[in-house]
């Protein structure tokens, strides 16, 4: 008998805490090697007790274990983050479409020296703003905005469903 495949993307829940930490240090692992271990633990230990406090999370679900998901602080990508064996496969995609059906417009700092990310973000659209210094870790950031929904629609994303 074959087994179906589910996946969905689905607000978060407490009990989702210790998988989507799995997926944060896998994939930030992978992204972020220029970071010092001391600041990647503090990172984690902010994730629970501030970041997801604060944040409207939604985590893509496959076969009930979590594989990625995306934090959104306002109108801010406060994360999104994809199992490293999983990315490249649309779950970041959706994650953002996710995110661009519930705001107009959205923002995003990501590392400079974060190839992975950078990469992903101007596939997906978004447009760079500033360079600045993030003091904690000595490294640039680079800000970036996605359109307002008139203009997503232009690049094809406005209105998917997932």
Known sequence: MRSIVTSKIRHYEDRDLEQLLEVWEAASELAHPFLTAEFQAMVRESIANVYLVKAETWVFE????????????????????????????????????????LRSELEVEVFVANSIGRAFYDR????PLEVTHHEPTGQDVLRMRFPAKEKAARHGVAGRKT
């Open 124 to 127: 997906y659209g978004f447009v």
């Open 62 to 101: 496959d076969n009930s274990h979590v594989v990625g998901f995306i934090a959104l602080i306002g109108s801010e990508v406060g994360a999104i983050f994809v199992q490293p064996e999983r990315q490249k496969l649309g779950i970041g995609r959706q994650l953002m479409d996710k995110a661009v059906q």
